[in-house]
């Protein structure tokens, strides 16, 4: 039987093709659901949402109706530690099943949105995620659509991934402190408060902490006992400016590690540092981080513990959306800084 459009009216005992979907005061949602046999009582609640006319039928061949592309689409872009929701008023939600670093191949994306008629909506590459978020949704614009789209779509993710969930690794970090101040008692550190807390998010530990002179040898020897103690993370705070007298970035190159960037565009968190030695990641993190909620350095540690190595090319697009608006009430990570 192929699809037709009848009036309410003459629609009693029909089937329907497609969610009808109600809005009123502190609901939208589907009133009545695809399959449901439409009775008597059913016609003063269509015309009371404006609906006059509806669907009954199915699609021609060669067709397929919008709950069909749905899940045909959630099943093209299945991703591990998610499930999905649906297929309600024609879509399919995709939801996180853990805490960690959502991705997403936002060239292939584009690709799929541009095949016609298909949409699909994610969150933004790189997001940090909770358990229960929604992390993407994706549907067709009308009731049905050529099934040579969903087959095209279906080509495209068999080539690559389009969405990945990676979850957070329970790190042991190590964290070094420098700076005469500190070390001579002069003023009290805040700097580690401030690192533990952040860590605290994560899965792990901290191998130890260590407060630091303006000594070279004194940082690089506190670096290698960490790791002897199994840190697989080290986090270095202090002397991150250009000032003569700031060591720790030329303890990090001493250590043997190789320095991606001392310095990205980012605002706060301009002198932050990235390097790794061997496989273990090193971040100088600047004073920025004590004076301000969000710095950089919360951008970094999410894709840290999802086991992503850092790349140049990551960090220079930290530039566009890398300005902190300095919102009273910070947002993030629910706002525009930090993308890349």
């Not at 609640?45 to 199915?58: R, S, Y």
């Not at 190590?174 to 533990?196: A, H, K, L, M, P």
């Not at 130890?208 to 270095?236: N, P």
């Not at 971040?283 to 004076?291: D, F, K």
Request: net charge negative.
């Amino acid at each position: 039987m192929s699809m037709k459009k009848v009036k309410v009216e003459d629609a009693v005992g029909m089937e329907l093709a497609h969610d009808i979907t109600a809005m009123y005061e502190g609901f939208k949602g589907p009133l009545f659901k695809r399959g449901h046999i439409i009775k008597e009582e059913d016609i003063p609640k269509l015309l009371d949402i404006g609906k006059q006319t509806v669907f009954a039928g199915e699609p021609d061949p060669g067709m397929m109706h919008e709950e069909d592309c749905a899940l045909a689409l959630a099943e093209m872009t299945k991703t591990e530690g998610t499930h999905f929701e649906g297929p309600s008023e024609g879509k399919m939600v995709l939801v996180s099943d853990v805490k960690g670093m959502f991705r997403v191949d936002t060239e292939l994306l584009g690709r799929i949105n541009s095949i016609g008629d298909i949409t699909v909506t994610t969150l933004p590459d790189h997001y940090r995620c909770e358990e229960g978020t929604r992390l993407a949704a994706m549907r067709i614009v009308p009731l049905f659509t050529q099934e040579s789209r969903i087959e095209e779509a279906k080509r495209l993710c068999s080539e690559r991934t389009l969405l990945r969930l990676l979850p957070y690794r329970a790190l042991n970090a190590g964290i070094i402190i420098t700076g005469s101040e500190v070390y001579n008692g002069r003023i009290e550190d805040r700097f580690e408060g401030v690192v533990r807390k952040k860590l605290s998010y994560f899965p792990g530990g901290i191998t130890g902490v260590k407060v630091c002179d303006d000594d070279m040898q004194m940082i690089i020897k506190a670096a290698e006992e960490l790791l002897s103690k199994g840190a697989d993370f080290l986090i270095f705070t202090g002397g991150m400016s250009v000032d003569p007298d700031d060591l720790t970035p030329g303890a990090i190159r001493a250590l043997g590690a190789d320095i991606i960037t001392h310095g990205v565009p980012s605002q706060p968190g301009n002198m932050t540092l990235v390097a790794y030695l061997k496989d273990v990641p090193l971040l100088g993190v600047p004073g920025a981080a004590i004076s301000r909620p969000v710095t950089i350095f919360d951008v970094l540690l999410p894709g840290i513990f999802a086991g992503e190595r850092i790349s140049t090319r990551d960090l220079t697009r930290l530039g566009e959306g890398g300005l902190c608006q300095m919102c009273p009430d910070c947002h993030y990570p629910n706002c525009t800084f930090g993308r890349y």
